[in-house]
């Protein structure tokens, strides 16, 4: 029995395009949605996430996967992170785009809850947690975090194409200036480049 390379090629093709087409049209589906409801679907995959980030930790640090805690003092420790991250602004609109600045912020808060996880098991609060836990799972939470924003931003950016012109009228994209061309000026324009909403056209400078 013969098979039609050509064939098999074009069949490839049309199935990428279809998936491509999927995922173009789910990008905007979720783009369309309130900030407030982007935001909780952001929230919930990272308090997923860190709950498997914990749990994994736990195994590794054990050497075997089993339920060494409940699911109650799990779900409300990998929630912890969660609700630090959204009280320093992490899960603001504009924020997501001062990728590097907001990724250090993380970093610290991160530093901060391994003294604070490192003194509780210290004082033997949490018994059955080994005092190597946090700094893995919040390594591995990190390592999360981080990747799965650059995703996101690789993906909307690549959807919406930085150097097409972008206009309110044509494109719903709002003209801004911006004023100040130090460093905080740059890290504005990086966040309002990924957001998706304003099209910066220029700086103001008393200099």
């Keep these: 029995m013969s098979i039609d390379p050509s064939a ?15 995922a173009e049209r ?3 589906f979720l783009l369309s949605l309130p900030r407030s409801i982007k935001r909780s679907i952001l929230m919930l995959a990272d308090f997923i996430m860190s709950a498997v980030c914990l749990f994994f930790a736990i195994a590794a640090r054990y050497g075997y ?19 630090c991250l959204y009280a320093i602004g992490f899960y603001n609109g504009v924020a997501r785009g001062f990728f590097d600045a907001m990724m250090g912020s993380v970093l610290q808060l991160f530093f901060v809850l391994i003294i604070i996880a490192q003194t509780i098991l210290y004082f033997k609060l949490l018994p059955n947690v080994p005092r190597a836990v946090p700094i893995l799972y919040l390594f591995l939470f990190f390592i999360w975090l981080w990747n799965s924003r650059l995703t ?49 056209v220029a700086y103001i400078d008393d200099d």
């Design 65 to 83: 996967i089993d339920h060494h805690v409940s699911l109650l003092v799990l779900s409300l420790s990998a929630l912890i992170p969660v609700l």
């Design 8 to 22: 098999s090629s074009k069949s490839h093709n049309a199935n990428s395009i279809m998936s491509t087409g999927l």
């Design 152 to 200: 996101i931003r690789e993906f909307l950016t690549r959807l919406q194409g930085k150097s097409q012109q972008r206009t309110k009228n044509e494109d719903g994209y709002e003209n801004v200036v911006i004023y100040g061309a130090g460093e905080a000026g740059r890290d504005l324009l990086e966040g309002l480049r990924n957001s998706h909403k304003y099209n910066v």
């Design 26 to 28: 789910s990008a905007k």
